[in-house]
Every structure is written in structure tokens, then in C-alpha cells.
């Protein structure tokens, strides 16, 4: 039994490491505690518990982790800390180890934080809670929440089968599983209710969609199209071998899903897709953007690349280099191979130094602002239905073409959560957007 009267008047602060979904996730538990009488701390106030949401892609992202840890504790003394996410489901004992920690939650113990809260009273030594082991990690923990953003993210899935060399997600998150496609859609259509016009759907693979429940991620598409009120859905990540000529064509035709995908490469060549066991090689992967680009030719197609892998030579380097130049995709994401404990990739020769990971990512990142702005280019002077946000105060306000390009204005409180037709005028000053030249209607 949990004695809510403990939480009364208490505030807390959250930091989020990783991936959308984790974004999500821990929007939900702010949620859940909000709802326990625990209000989200504002700036410069002291918080009584600190809950850090933590990711273990690489090796960079579980020194963020302990970055917060320290950093929460100073500026938050005596609050109560809670480790939860990947890192704590993989290394649950260093985190105990770390000072001032009080639980270490794993991935299946978000869904119930409330209990693992306790009284609140701090103790000496290690934590109270630790992961689950990774056979465990079986629940589908729902997750739909906004948190401080005018869309919102809907989890439609969790957890991989696909057990690539480098990575330990399946290890952290587990096998495949989802929910039945009607609680996802009373979940959107709960969001629509509570005035929200634009869905991110998140996973871990949610292509693989349908496996617990014999559905399929095209069906789960079709219906959330149907839901009113939700004017946009965005598909956050999907697996190009997922990315079914059915699913295109849809999003082709259909009322709300927008010309936005961002599909994980990898690699750019053949040699160490191998390497890393994933699904499809370089001539499949440019005929999906092919195909892609033919149905939807003015959609944003971002593309995630991992370098320095090992067995990545410099020769393969520049194959990969070059295979991406001649994409018509819309940004990347690069990312520096980090190794995993307990990967396959740790039995591959070949080790990539750490400064010439830097110069490929650099090369790669100077590529993918290229691609960006000769994508933002293409629609200086058109028209476009922009879906602002509330801004940050002191700054411009910010929002989305339905092609995921950035736009800003001047602040107009009138245009928050709401599409606007504007004329896109020139970039701003530092390139990252573009900027509106005519505002032509709104609602």
C-alpha cells in the first residue's frame, strides 16, 4: 500500500539521457507522480527527489550519467535519487555504488515507481532496489505523454530481437513486445482529448510491431489515422528491411502521417553490415530511399551511421563516405562506435583509435549539414503548415513544417499548439531554421 501523504508538498527534478522513447518514458513518470501530489520543481528551487533516466548506447552516454548523478546531488543535497533505464538495467551495482544514490530501478520497475519511492528516507551504502535480470524484462510498460512539448510520444513497443554485434539494447530492453492496437488508439485518442494535435510514435524497433499480439505495424498505422483531433502522427525510427512498400504507400495517401522518416544505416558498406549482423545490405538500403523519395518526394528522410566499428577500415570508411554522399536524404545522425561489454563486436579485429573516430564523425557531420540546408533550400519562398510550439522565454518561437523542417518567428502566443500556413522566407542566423517572410493564415 503506498501512503501518498508522504509525497505531499514534495517537488522533483528529471534528466533524461538517450533516445525518444526514454524521453517518453520519463514524461510518463513525471506524470504519475504529479498525479501523487509531487510537482515538478522550477528553476532555482530545491527538489526533493531527483530521478535521472539513464542510457546505455555508449560508453559517453554512461558518463553523462554519472555526470547527472554528481551534478543533482550538489545542487539538490538531501534529496532522494533514482537511478532507472538502460544503465541501471545493465550495471544496476555500479550505480548503487554511486553516492548518494537510494534506488536503482530497471526497466520494468518504472511502470510502479511510486512504490520503490518508499517513505523518501534516505539510508547509507548500497541501493535498496537493483535490475531485474535481462530475462525478465517481459511487461509492456504504456507510456503517452507530453511532457514539456506541444507533441506528444506514444510508445507503441519495446524491446529487439535483432541482436546486432554492437549493441546491448536487447540485453537492457529485452525481447520484442507490444501492446493491442485499441489501447494505442484510446491512448491517441486520450492525447487528442487533452488538446493534443501531433504523435510521435517511439520504440525500440517499432517496425517489429504485432509480435505479441499477431497485428502489424501498417495495421496500427491505418488505425491511428483514423483517430480525429490528432493532425500529425511522426515515425521516430524505423529498420529499413521494416520499411514495407505498403507502409509508403499509405503514408502517401494518408490524412495525418507526415513525410518524415528517419531510418538507421549503420554502415555504408557491404563489408560491415556484416560485421554488425544487420538485415539488409547498401543496394537495398538506397533502393528504399529510392522508393521513398518516389512516393514522397518532399519528405525529410534522416539517416542514423555508426563510425570507427571495428573492422571499419579506412578504405571501408570511404566507401561508406561515399555511398552517403550519393543518397538524396535529408540529415544524419553520426554516432562514434562505443564498446559494449558482452557485444559480439568485441571478437571483431580491427580497432578504430579514438582520433580517427573523431575525424570520420567530423566528416560525416560537415556531410549531414550539407544534405540539411540544401534540404531547407529547396523551400525558401513556398508555402508550408507550420505547427508551433511554446517557446522558451526570451526566445523565438520555434515550430515544424510537416516535413520536419525548423521554422521560427517572433513570439505570438495566439499560434501555440496551432498550425499556421506561413510563406518560409530565408535561414535564420545561425542556419539551424528557417524563417517565416509571411504568415498567410492560422487555425
Excluded at 88 to 109: C, H, N, T, Y
Excluded at 160 to 171: A, G, H, M, S, V
Excluded at 223 to 237: K, M, N, P, Q
Excluded at 374 to 381: I, L
Amino acid at each position: 500500500m503506498i501512503d501518498e501523504t508522504v509525497f505531499k508538498d514534495k517537488k522533483a527534478v528529471y534528466y533524461t539521457l538517450g533516445c525518444k522513447l526514454n524521453f517518453s518514458e520519463t514524461a510518463t513518470i513525471e506524470r504519475t507522480l504529479q498525479e501523487a501530489g509531487i510537482r515538478t520543481a522550477r528553476r532555482g528551487e530545491q527538489a526533493d527527489i531527483c530521478i535521472i533516466n539513464s542510457c546505455a548506447v555508449t560508453q559517453e552516454a554512461e558518463k553523462k550519467c554519472r555526470q547527472a548523478i554528481h551534478k543533482l546531488i550538489r545542487q539538490h543535497p538531501g534529496a532522494y535519487v533514482v537511478v532507472t533505464g538502460c544503465y541501471a538495467q545493465l550495471s544496476p551495482q555500479k550505480l548503487a555504488a554511486e553516492i548518494g544514490v537510494d534506488v536503482v530501478l530497471g526497466i520494468e520497475r518504472k511502470g510502479d515507481i511510486l512504490k520503490h519511492l518508499g517513505t523518501l528516507q534516505k539510508h547509507d551504502g548500497e541501493g535498496e532496489w537493483y535490475a531485474r535480470p535481462t530475462k525478465d524484462v517481459r511487461n509492456f510498460v504504456p507510456s503517452c505523454s507530453r511532457g514539456d512539448r506541444t507533441r506528444y510520444f506514444l510508445k507503441v513497443q519495446d524491446g529487439c530481437d535483432y541482436f546486432c554485434t554492437y549493441c546491448t539494447i536487447p540485453f537492457a530492453r529485452g525481447r520484442s513486445r507490444n501492446p493491442e492496437i485499441a489501447s494505442l488508439v484510446a491512448q491517441a485518442k486520450k492525447a487528442a482529448e487533452e488538446g493534443g494535435k501531433e504523435i510521435v510514435i517511439t520504440g525500440v524497433n517499432i517496425g517489429d510491431f504485432g509480435k505479441t499480439t499477431g497485428e502489424s505495424f501498417v495495421s496500427l498505422v491505418k488505425a491511428l489515422d483514423e483517430v480525429e483531433g490528432i493532425e500529425r502522427y511522426r515515425i521516430s525510427s524505423i529498420e529499413p528491411n521494416l520499411i514495407t512498400d505498403e507502409i509508403i504507400d499509405y503514408m502517401a495517401v494518408s490524412r495525418s502521417f507526415m513525410p518524415h522518416l528517419h531510418i538507421p544505416l549503420q554502415a555504408g558498406s557491404d563489408e560491415v553490415l556484416k560485421l554488425m549482423h544487420r538485415r539488409y545490405d547498401t543496394g537495398f538500403f538506397a533502393q528504399k530511399i529510392a522508393t521513398v523519395r518516389e512516393k514522397l518526394p518532399n519528405a525529410f528522410i534522416g539517416v542514423d551511421v555508426i563510425v570507427g566499428t571495428r573492422g571499419e577500415t579506412e578504405e571501408l570508411f570511404e566507401k561508406a563516405y561515399n555511398f552517403i554522399k550519393g543518397l538524396d536524404i535529408s540529415q544524419l545522425h553520426v554516432f562514434s562506435y562505443s564498446e559494449r561489454p558482452g557485444t559480439q563486436a568485441l571478437k571483431i579485429e580491427g580497432v578504430v583509435s579514438p582520433a580517427e573516430k573523431h575525424r570520420r564523425s567530423r566528416l560525416l557531420i560537415e556531410l549531414s549539414e550539407e544534405k540539411r540546408r540544401a534540404f531547407y533550400e529547396r523551400f525558401c519562398g513556398k508555402e508550408a503548415v507550420v505547427l508551433f510550439e511554446k517557446p522558451r522565454a526570451g526566445m523565438p518561437m520555434g515550430g515544424f513544417t510537416e516535413n520536419y523542417i525548423r521554422v521560427e518567428m517572433p513570439y505570438n502566443k495566439e499560434f501555440v499548439n496551432c498550425e499556421v500556413r506561413v510563406r518560409l522566407g530565408g535561414f535564420n542566423e545561425d542556419a539551424s531554421a528557417l524563417l517565416v517572410d509571411e504568415v498567410i493564415s492560422a487555425g
